[in-house]
């Protein structure tokens, strides 16, 4: 019997420990017979090893003839040096192979749905179904593996910071103000209910105002929302608050730790500070509050030289009170007609009515509407756009939400189509001078639009009331290649402030005390100033690893019905199960 207790793993051996006797254990990769000689690769997560079972060894080569992949075995065994040109430079142990003695079957196994380490490709439900088999595939180990290295990163980089982890409460109260939260019954307050939290952001404001200072957690969140390749019913995030801190403070401390994570995990040094942008100049220039900054194409408005024109849709938009912008695909004019009309299609259910492209020459316009542009006035767009022969110019006109709204979703389809993304490239930068509030045309209310614990500007106060929609937050998002993975905000700390943004997203003062009142009550005994952030793990470390989703980034995910296809959840439950917790369906 070789037993379970390896003496190395299936990476670890090199030509120096020729010689040795080992003991290895993992799974069959691969089993191949070349003239009466047997070869297996044996795999764990450390790497694979070639184990020779020789003919001469009758009953051991008998039994090595029943290995099928994913057979798990153990294996005594002489490290032997493999001659010149018999070596697999592929492999950090390819000089070696290990010549068996002593082999354990120690668990037979079916044949998988699909090749652990093959590359034809395998539908996403049968990976979530086989979970179990998906992660033994090396990307998938390589990716929580970085995610462990970032964690461990955080962890240490928050701990020389002067941090303290406190772990807060899953199950809280549910209270309005955010997403949907995901409900628990009490078996023992029958007819009442957990909310499962959705972020621990006022158990965090509570540990600031306890005088614990600096607090850190990797915390599990739930959300129950909408699905998407990004968002998962369960997610997990770093969460940050500070005391006595200025919002610049916050976002030094959180450049910092990005640029470690991006030195230790990826050896790319990422230069600091970050490029800060106001949400309004961030809409102008992007059309969005989260802009991919990995190439250019900024918008800019042409309102004015569209009245000179003779194009009556520039016009009548700009006459109406509208506005007309566009940006400058470099390298553009290559796209064929066809694609043009493509593009024309794609900018529609983003509400824009048409799209307008002309495609620059040497120093004229080439467009079905160019004849609209008198030369000299061709030659003002071609400079206001920043244009170059073989560009071509896209515009949209409208009112200023359509416009943006569209002209963003266009410029990101262009830079795919036109391959302007740089591979490997990171582009970070902050989003700050967010509204307060946003206004819900369905319910003609007030909205918060982080949540109702961000503080307005000082300078904001006095118009509060009188013009919320002109009040801005104290409110910072960091956005990485277009994606937004963190976001915060300095918190309100003066009761009577928080009662007067209440007021303002309809919650009464009886309201209030009723759903927050630990919160209340907690400001009114001495709260310090404070303010925070939270970060996605599961979405930087997509980023990261350049993943299209977070299920590849997440160890056990749910589909985009919020399914776990390995266990069935959700699922039904014995009907005792709901009458003990007084729940009828």
Excluded at 236 to 255: A, K, N, P, R
Excluded at 362 to 376: D, M, Q, R
Excluded at 472 to 480: F, I, M, P, S
Aim: glycine share 8%.
């Amino acid at each position: 019997m070789v037993g379970i207790t390896r003496t190395h793993t299936c990476g670890d051996l090199r030509p120096t420990d020729g010689g040795k006797e080992v003991v290895l254990c993992g799974w069959v990769a691969t089993v191949r017979d070349h003239g009466g000689v047997l070869f297996a690769d044996v795999r764990d997560r450390y790497g694979r090893t070639q184990v020779v079972f020789n003919p001469e060894n009758r009953e051991l080569h008998e039994r090595a003839q029943t290995l099928r992949s994913e057979f798990v075995i153990s294996v005594r065994g002489v490290v032997a040096v493999r001659p010149d040109g018999m070596q697999n430079a592929k492999l950090p142990t390819g000089g070696i192979e290990v010549i068996a003695r002593e082999m354990d079957i120690l668990n037979a196994a079916a044949t998988p749905p699909f090749e652990v380490e093959g590359t034809a490709p395998v539908a996403q439900e049968t990976r979530l179904k086989y979970r179990f088999i998906d992660l033994r595939r090396p990307e998938m180990q390589r990716n929580l593996f970085l995610r462990h290295k970032m964690i461990q990163c955080m962890r240490t980089y928050f701990d020389e910071q002067g941090f303290i982890d406190v772990e807060t409460p899953l199950m809280i109260r549910s209270t309005p103000g955010g997403a949907r939260n995901f409900l628990v019954p009490s078996r023992l307050t029958p007819g009442a209910f957990y909310g499962l939290a959705e972020s621990p952001q006022l158990f965090k404001q509570i540990l600031m105002v306890s005088g614990l200072d600096r607090y850190v957690q990797i915390v599990k969140c739930f959300r129950d929302e909408d699905l998407r390749a990004d968002r998962q019913p369960e997610f997990t995030q770093l969460d940050v608050e500070m005391s006595f801190v200025e919002q610049g403070q916050i976002i030094t401390l959180i450049e910092g730790m990005l640029a470690r994570v991006f030195k230790q995990l990826l050896g790319k040094d990422i230069p600091t500070p970050f490029l800060r942008l106001s949400y309004d100049d961030a809409m102008l220039r992007y059309g969005c509050d989260k802009p991919d900054l990995r190439y250019g194409m900024e918008f800019r408005e042409i309102t004015d030289l569209g009245k000179e024109s003779e194009f009556k849709v520039f016009r009548a938009v700009a006459e109406g009170g509208g506005e007309v912008r566009g940006f400058c695909a470099p390298g553009g004019g290559q796209i064929p007609r066809r694609g043009l009309d493509d593009l024309t299609a794609y900018v529609g259910p983003f509400g824009a009515k048409g799209l307008v492209w002309m495609r620059v020459e040497e120093g004229t316009l080439n467009s079905p509407v160019a004849k609209f542009f008198p030369p000299a006035l061709q030659a003002r767009l071609i400079e206001r756009m920043g244009a170059r022969a073989g560009d071509m110019l896209f515009f949209v006109a409208d009112k200023p939400s359509v416009v943006l709204s569209a002209l963003n979703e266009l410029r990101q389809e262009v830079a795919r189509r036109l391959k302007l993304i740089p591979p490997d490239a990171f582009a970070l930068c902050w989003v700050l001078d967010f509204p307060l509030l946003e206004w819900n045309e369905t319910e003609k209310r007030w909205d918060a639009r982080h949540h109702p614990f961000t503080s307005p500007r000082a300078e904001d106060l006095d118009i509060l009331e009188t013009k919320p929609g002109e009040v801005k937050a104290r409110a910072h998002d960091v956005v990485l290649n277009g994606v937004e993975i963190g976001g915060g905000s300095i918190r309100i700390h003066n009761p009577e402030v928080q009662k007067r943004v209440f007021r303002l997203l309809n919650i009464s003062d009886e309201e209030a005390q009723s759903k927050f009142s630990f919160l209340l009550d907690a400001l009114k005994y001495g709260a310090p100033p404070h303010g925070g952030i939270a970060l996605g793990i599961d979405r930087l470390t997509m980023l990261l690893l350049g993943a299209e989703s977070i299920r590849e980034v997440i160890a056990f995910p749910k589909t985009q019905k919020g399914a776990c296809l390995m266990t069935g959840a959700p699922a039904e439950v014995d009907p005792r199960q709901l009458k003990e917790l007084g729940v009828r369906m």
